[in-house]
Nanobody, 115 residues
């Protein structure tokens, strides 16, 4: 299983970014996919989840109505569209999935929101 995030960067408050996660090595369409983040000096926290088929999406309260998770099962990609970014969204963002009894994480992509 391999998860590779991309799309992070330095943006100003109010800007948008779209993170991507390229998945390989497992039956992608059969598994839920998650986004987590870890801010400086903070514990890793859940951001968003999309189930297999993309019919159910869940969000942390802190990002609800600003972030949108989506997936493309043909391309084996999961996305996180982030709008109205705030300084408190600054973190390393991780793609994650559970396959069987194992948990897999990407290497993370840095998002910095600062004026």
């Amino acid at each position: 299983v391999q998860l590779v995030e991309s799309g992070g960067g330095l943006v100003q408050p109010g800007d948008s970014l779209r993170l991507s996660c390229a998945a390989s090595g497992f039956a992608f369409s059969q598994f839920s996919m998650n986004w987590w983040r870890q801010g400086p000096g903070q514990a890793r926290e859940f951001v968003a989840r999309i189930n297999r088929g993309g019919t159910l999406k869940e969000y942390a309260d802190s990002v609800k109505a600003r972030f949108t998770v989506s997936r493309d099962d043909i391309k084996e990609m999961v996305y996180l569209q982030m709008n109205s970014l705030k300084p408190e969204d600054t973190a390393v963002y991780y793609c994650h999935t559970n396959v069987g009894f194992s948990s897999y994480w990407g290497q993370g992509t840095q998002v910095t929101v600062s004026s």
